[in-house]
């Protein structure tokens, strides 16, 4: 093993790989079909763990804040002041994007600031470095959901795992500094 975790020779520098996918797109802001859609980002962290790199989704860090600001509802302005502004100093500290899913201005955002800023930009699990070994791991059924956009909206709350979350996030951005 090495010191990414995965086995030796299999990758030399870790990634922090933001995936990013369709939230709200074609929900109807639907809590149900917005937390499917998170769910279908989330089945990509662990083949791109397994690969050696470190996989993040913004809504783990979107969510909770959006919740402590007091957002009532989906696109209110404690939503809208967070939910994206998030997303985009997340990525100062990325040095890639893995864009899966549907149609979502929010994903096509990210990665037209990742081509800006010169990051690696994937569109397939098997294009990243080591990942393609992992492929299978990545549910069937996700194919037929990669339309939809996930997250629940009420997962956010303030609770335990909203403070999960923001440990989290914390411990990414105190380890990783911005891409070189």
């Known amino acids: 093993m090495n010191g990414n975790g ?3 020779g299999v990758v030399s520098d870790a990634q922090l790989i933001l995936i990013a996918g369709p939230y709200r797109s074609g929900t109807g802001d639907d809590p149900d079909r917005m937390t499917e859609n998170v769910r279908v980002m989330e089945s ?10 470190i996989p993040v989704v913004g809504e783990w860090f979107a ?14 302005e404690a939503f809208n002041e967070i939910f994206h502004p998030i997303a985009e100093r997340l990525l100062d500290r990325c040095n890639a994007v893995l864009r899966v899913g549907g149609e979502s201005q929010g994903a096509d955002l990210m990665v ?4 800006q800023r010169g990051l690696h930009v994937y569109t397939d699990c098997a294009t990243c470095p080591a990942a393609n070994r992992f492929l299978s791991l990545v549910p069937d059924r996700i194919s037929a959901t990669l339309g939809l956009a996930c997250g629940d909206f009420s997962l956010a709350l303030a609770s335990a795992s909203a403070r999960r979350s923001l440990l989290l996030a914390s411990v990414i951005c105190h380890s990783f500094g911005p891409s070189s």
């Open 6 to 8: 995965a086995p030796s």
């Open 44 to 53: 990509y962290a662990l083949p791109i763990y397994r690969a050696g790199h």
């Open 63 to 76: 969510l909770p804040l959006v919740a402590l600001a007091g957002s009532q509802k989906v696109g209110d």
């Open 112 to 115: 037209r600031l990742a081509a």
